[in-house]
């Protein structure tokens, strides 16, 4: 902590490449060997180290606060049907975060804030999680399907059901006066 308990600014060095409407709001020195790096919470997503991209708030799948380590799982883009992804879970991520500040607050807030929709459903040969998120300078919903470990996703009963699925949120959650 800086004076009048105020954090240092962050570094230009550790200042990622903003977009024109992005704006910091919290980071965190990783201190997990090799460097470490900078975690950097924006309006749109994280900065995460050795990543030359935003992570944005919608694309993460799960974030986890020990008190110490943040870990984060990203979305991993597995396929694209009919007005929605498919996707599962990358290798989780985990940064040891010894002054943490508001970074963990405002990761939950933002992850938090872009889900629209999450639903867990039973299909044939298995299960998935259907879910809408809210993208920076999307209009609409983003739909996705994650599918449980086991379950067949390119089954033909589950590609069915997932479809029939997917459009029954879509029905439940549109506007009333569309």
């Not at 024109?20 to 749109?44: I, K, M, Y």
């Not at 609409?140 to 699925?165: I, S």
Request: charged share 25%; aromatic share 6%.
């Amino acid at each position: 902590m800086g004076l009048f308990n105020r954090r240092p600014k962050l570094r230009p060095a550790d200042r990622p490449p903003l977009a024109r409407d992005e704006r910091v709001l919290a980071w965190a020195s990783a201190g997990n060997g090799e460097g470490g790096g900078v975690l950097v919470a924006s309006n749109l997503g994280i900065w995460l180290p050795g990543r030359s991209e935003r992570v944005g708030w919608h694309e993460l799948i799960k974030a986890t606060w020990s008190g110490r380590e943040l870990t984060l799982t990203v979305a991993e883009h597995v396929g694209e049907r009919d007005g929605y992804l498919v996707v599962a879970d990358a290798v989780p991520q985990t940064y040891l975060l010894l002054d943490p500040g508001d970074l963990p607050h405002q990761v939950r807030a933002r992850v938090t804030r872009s889900v629209a929709y999450t639903q867990h459903h039973r299909m044939p040969g298995g299960a998935g999680r259907i879910a809408a998120r809210r993208a920076p300078g999307v209009d609409g919903l983003t739909w996705t399907v994650r599918y449980d470990p086991g379950t067949p996703p390119d089954d033909a009963e589950v590609t069915a059901e997932t479809d029939r699925l997917v459009e029954a949120a879509r029905a439940a959650t549109a506007p009333a006066d569309v």
